[in-house]
């Protein structure tokens, strides 16, 4: 029946390291800052999309986890607005907003304000994507799995969305971590794929190695 | 049983009043709220005309009973969330009820004060005002003095944050996962904010145009509004008239530009198309669209192409009530539907201000009269964020 | 300054401003439109370009709308570059 929703994909970007569906993809120098390892991601998966640089790195870590997400995920419909997005974090933009507010001692710098809001990671994750559906951006303590399916539930009961990125993408600094979920109605094939709260606890909380 | 969505009680507080009646007071005179800024220590004090509200963080933090050295963000919020749930007079014991509101700052305006002192010297600065830094935290704030512990959250989205947080509070009540809900949003002015909208020269010099062909830009504003949203079953039980329903919301991606929006408007007119799909109604049922309109060239020719797509050749009035209360970001969804709630409730039209030259590409002009007595049956508010995040509520008359 | 010189400066200097780290000083002719086709650079790189400006060479660009004239390519801002230094000496 097509009441059911199921994880079709998950991707996950944390300590240097982006897995797929649990199986680990690509792996980086463990002392390595942000900065490095985004853009040695970037270069790893072959992104080729040069707006990449000008990002904040919330916006690169949002990208590389949506680009692996997506990669050979077939869709029956093209359709723009199809796609909804929902993500959340606790740490708002505040890596970028620490960043532009130096420069305002001297002189603003225009490209990082722009980047001084969480919800710009959907913008450009929107932007790469062509996406033109519903997109909604939380600030929770933590990632809140009971939250999102309760929301990305209702997107697909209310609104004409056929499928919805959701997940968490933080990054307070060298810290960061982004779990991305790809949530599709369809018949699951087994319990482990439906898209409740505890799959996606149990994604979340495991891989993290936090329990 | 009925889906619909009361809404019961309203509380604002901007440039141009601290509270609901002397903010339609000042949209009646025709009364701006801009002026120089006098609040900030900026080296645009000169140049750069804001709207302020016009109390000091002492003042409001004796009429809130908050400490006077919390950011300002909480305190402009507190105000008017408190507003909206006296003047719903509601007994939320035993209710259900959800604190939703929006922000784009945190709790920045005390932050960027203490970077200051605390760059020079690794000793000076208090740390009291950086715990309240995060964006959540003036939601958190607000709603223990409140005494809502049910259901809290912030929503960020840049200027549609709070048009976001109001459709969100009204699917919790339609899912009835919530009895009550107090939504809106606020943002206080901080030089963090000022110093960025100026790096990217969006800002008018002068008092804001909005809709006009000689439009230079936006003027920043702070305040916070709030609407309070119930149940049929809870709106069964209370005394008060309710002011109007939300009957409908969309948002959408314009997925053009991380701060520009599309020429055509795309993520406008879907969000306004969605919104009227929504609410089951068509262009010409729409009496009032409060519009965006911020005054930035990009903006308004943004959001007048796509209303030409949807509404042509029936346009109802419109105007922004931006040119009275400038730019007020996170908040300005419930600034707007506090005034949008209010419109249907008195039959009220708000003018545009400062308007004087239609722009060029456009058929149809905003309206430049307050006008009362109207029948007013459905009024949409737009609200359009950077990152491309399109909103647009729609309130109709019970 | 000899233009020369000034423009495979700027060329750097846009470089490092503007983040193109896929860009060499030598892939930026000194006639390639920088705005919409050439180096595809948008509105926010434009305002970078102005902070550039006033940051190395001292000169503030208040106009908006003069942008796209100044900087069409790296040679036009050259050219405003060394007309501006002379006025200013």
Known sequence: MADHKKISAYSIVRNNTVSKNGALIFEYEKDAGANDFLLAAYRQFAINYPKFYKMDNLCKLGIIAAEVLLKDQTFESNDPYATGIVLSNANSSLDTDIKYYDTVANIASPALFVYTLPNIVIGEISIKFSFKGENAFFIFDSFNADFTTHYVNNLFDTTGIHRCICGWVDLPGNDYEAILFLIEKKETLNEQEAFTKENLNNIYYTSNGKS | MSNAVFVAGAGIISAIGNNVAENLHALETGTPGMSKITLLDSAHKETLPVAEVKRTNEQLAAITGLPAHITRTALLSLVAAKEAINDANINIQGLRTGFISANSVGGMDKTENFYAQFLSDKNAGRLRNVINHECGRPAEIVADALGIKHFVTTISTACSSSANAIFLGARMIRQNMLDVVIAGGVDALTKFTLNGFNSLMILDNEFCKPFDENRKGLNLGEGAGYIVMVSEKVAATLKTKMYCTLSGWCNANDAYHQTASSPGGTGSLLAMKGALQKAGLSANDIDYINLHGTGTQNNDIAEGTAISTLFAPRYPKMSSTKSFTGHTLGASGGVEAVFSALSVKHGLIYPNLRFHTQMKELSFAPETKFLKEQSIKHVMSNSFGFGGNCSSLIFSGV | ?89
């Open chain 3, 1 to 89: 300054m000899e233009k020369a010189k000034l423009m495979e400066d700027l060329k750097q200097q846009i470089i490092a401003q503007l983040n193109l780290k896929d860009l060499t000083p030598e892939s930026i002719a000194n006639e390639q439109p920088l705005f919409v086709e050439g180096l595809g650079l948008d509105s926010i790189d434009a305002l970078e370009l102005i902070v550039l400006l006033q940051q190395e060479y001292k000169i503030k660009l208040s106009n908006a709308e003069d942008g796209p004239k100044v900087f069409k390519s790296v040679s036009t801002m050259a050219d405003y570059i060394i007309q501006h230094q002379t006025e200013n000496a």
